[in-house]
C-alpha cells in the first residue's frame, strides 16, 4: 500500500533516483557559460558537455529498462545510482572539456540504468488501486527536481562553484542507495528465459543513438548530412522492429504495441513532450535575452509551476484513478496549451505578474492533470512482467520528441548562429515556436480523446 512505510520508501527511492537525473539534466544548461570560462571550452565543447550525456542516455535507456525486468528492477537501478554518482565525481574534478565530455558521457549511462527503473519499481510494488496516486507523487516530486535545476544551478553557479553542480549528486546518490536497500523490495519477470535478446539490444541501441545524434548535432552536419543520419537511424529502428517480431524472447515484445492504449498514449507523450521540451528552451532564452533576467530570476520564475506540481499532481493521479484517464489526459494538454498561448506574447518590457506568472500557472495546471496519468496508463496497459520495458519505451518516446522539437523548432522559426544572442530576431521566433507548441498540445489532446480508453481492455493479459 502507498501509505505504508514500505510503500513510502519505494516512492521516495524511486524520486529521489529520478530526481537526481532530472535536476542533473537542467542545472548543468545554467553552469555552461562558466564553465566554458573556467576550462577555456569552445562552443563546440559546450555542446557536447550537454549532448553527449543526453545522448547515451537516450540510447541506453530502452536496454536499461530491459534489462531491470530481467536481472531484477532494484538490482539494476541501484547500479544505475552509483554509476551516476561515480561520474558525476569525475565531472567534478574535470580539468579539461575533453574529460568533462568523457564523464557526461558515462553519466549519461547510469542514468539510462535508474531512470527507467524508477517507474518499474513502483509499478511492480505498489498495489494497483494505489499505482495512479504512487505515480502523481512520483511525477510531482520528480517534476519539481527538473523545475528547480535553473534555480538550483544559478544559486550554485553565483554563489559557489560549478563543480557542485555535479558533486551535489554524491550525497544524493548515497542517500537514494541507503533507500532503496531499505525500502524497495526485489521485483523481476519471472518468466523471462535464460537467453538474451542480443541482437535485439544492439539495434535498438544503435537506432536510438544515430537518430539521437543527428537530432542534437543537425547544426554542425548540416541539412542533407542530418537527414542522412536520421534516415539511417529510422533504418536501424525499422530493422530492430522486424528482429523483434521475428525471435522468440523479444526484448521488446510486439504485442506490448497490439494495445491501442499503449500505443496510443505513447503518441500523445512524443507530441506532448515534444512541446514541453521547446517551451522550457525558448522561454528560459526569452527571459535571459530578451527580458534580461540573471540565471536565477530565470530559474526563479518557473517558480509556479514547482509549487502547482507539488501540491497537485497526486491528486492529478487520484483523479485519473477515480474518472478514468481519457478526460485528464485529453484536457491537460489543452489547459498546457492555453497556457502557453499566454505566454507566446511575452516580450521586452513586460512584468513577470501580467507577462509570466499567468502563463506558466496555466501551463502547470495542465501539466498536473496530465503527467501521472498519462504515465500510468502506459504502465497499466502492459503487463506488470515488462514494467521495466514499458517504462524504458515511454522514457525514449518522450526524450526523442523533446530532442526533435528543440533540435528542428529553432531552424523552423528562422533562428541560427548567434541569434539567440540577439533580442529583436529571437523574439519574434520566439512567438512563432510557442504557438507551434500549443499546436502540438492541442493535437496531443485530440489523441487522447481518440485512442484512450477509461479501462483495460486493450491491455495485454498479465
Excluded at 6 to 35: E, K, P
Excluded at 272 to 281: E, I, N, Q, R
Aim: hydrophobic share 55%; proline share 5%.
Amino acid at each position: 500500500m502507498l501509505s505504508s512505510r514500505t510503500g513510502r520508501g519505494i516512492v521516495t527511492a524511486a524520486v529521489l533516483g529520478s530526481g537526481m537525473a532530472m535536476l542533473d539534466g537542467t542545472v548543468v544548461n545554467v553552469a555552461l557559460v562558466r564553465i566554458g570560462a573556467d576550462l577555456h571550452a569552445s562552443l563546440t565543447d559546450l555542446q557536447w558537455i550537454t549532448n553527449g550525456y543526453l545522448l547515451t542516455m537516450a540510447a541506453l535507456i530502452l536496454l536499461g529498462g530491459s534489462l531491470g525486468d530481467r536481472y531484477g528492477r532494484r538490482r539494476v537501478f541501484l547500479v544505475g545510482v552509483v554509476w551516476f554518482a561515480v561520474a558525476s565525481a569525475a565531472c567534478g574534478l574535470a580539468q579539461t572539456p575533453g574529460q568533462l565530455i568523457v564523464a557526461r558521457v558515462v553519466q549519461g549511462i547510469g542514468a539510462a540504468l535508474l531512470t527507467p527503473g524508477s517507474l518499474a519499481m513502483i509499478e511492480a510494488s505498489i498495489r494497483p488501486l494505489d499505482r495512479a496516486k504512487a505515480i502523481g507523487s512520483w511525477s510531482g516530486l520528480g517534476g519539481i527536481a527538473s523545475a528547480a535545476g535553473p534555480f538550483v544551478g544559478g544559486w550554485l553557479v553565483q554563489y559557489a562553484s560549478w563543480r557542485w553542480a555535479f558533486l551535489l549528486n554524491i550525497p544524493l546518490g548515497a542517500l537514494t542507495v541507503w533507500m532503496t536497500l531499505a525500502s524497495v523490495p526485489e521485483t523481476r519477470d519471472e518468466e523471462a528465459v535464460h537467453g538474451f535478446d542480443t541482437a535485439g539490444a544492439v539495434l535498438a541501441t544503435l537506432a536510438l543513438a544515430v537518430t539521437t545524434y543527428g537530432l542534437v548535432q543537425s547544426e554542425a552536419l548540416g541539412m542533407f548530412r542530418t537527414v542522412g543520419v536520421i534516415v539511417a537511424g529510422l533504418l536501424v529502428g525499422a530493422l530492430f522492429v522486424v528482429v523483434e517480431d521475428r525471435t522468440r524472447h523479444p526484448m521488446v515484445p510486439p504485442s506490448l504495441f497490439a494495445s491501442r492504449q499503449f500505443s496510443g498514449a505513447n503518441l500523445m507523450t512524443l507530441l506532448t513532450y515534444a512541446a514541453l521540451g521547446a517551451v522550457m528552451f525558448f522561454l528560459t532564452l526569452q527571459l535571459q535575452t530578451v527580458l534580461r533576467y540573471g540565471p536565477l530570476a530565470a530559474g526563479l520564475s518557473t517558480l509556479p509551476l514547482t509549487v502547482l506540481m507539488l501540491f497537485l499532481a497526486s491528486r492529478g493521479g487520484a483523479l485519473a484513478t477515480r474518472i478514468g484517464p481519457r478526460i485528464p489526459m485529453t484536457v491537460g494538454p489543452l489547459v498546457c496549451g492555453v497556457g502557453v498561448a499566454l505566454l507566446a506574447g511575452l516580450g521586452a518590457g513586460d512584468s513577470y505578474w501580467l507577462g509570466v506568472f499567468p502563463g506558466i500557472t496555466v501551463f502547470g495546471l495542465g501539466l498536473c492533470l496530465l503527467v501521472a496519468p498519462l504515465t500510468a496508463t502506459v504502465l497499466g496497459a502492459a503487463p506488470d512482467r515488462y514494467a521495466g520495458v514499458a517504462s524504458g519505451v515511454n522514457n525514449a518516446v518522450a526524450r526523442a520528441g523533446s530532442l526533435l522539437a528543440v533540435a528542428a523548432l529553432p531552424a523552423i522559426v528562422g533562428l541560427s548562429g548567434a541569434d539567440y544572442q540577439r533580442p529583436v530576431a529571437f523574439s519574434r521566433a520566439y512567438g512563432t515556436a510557442m504557438w507551434i507548441c500549443a499546436a502540438l498540445l492541442a493535437v496531443g489532446g485530440a489523441i487522447s480523446w481518440a485512442l484512450i480508453r477509461d479501462d483495460r481492455a486493450a491491455a495485454p493479459p498479465t
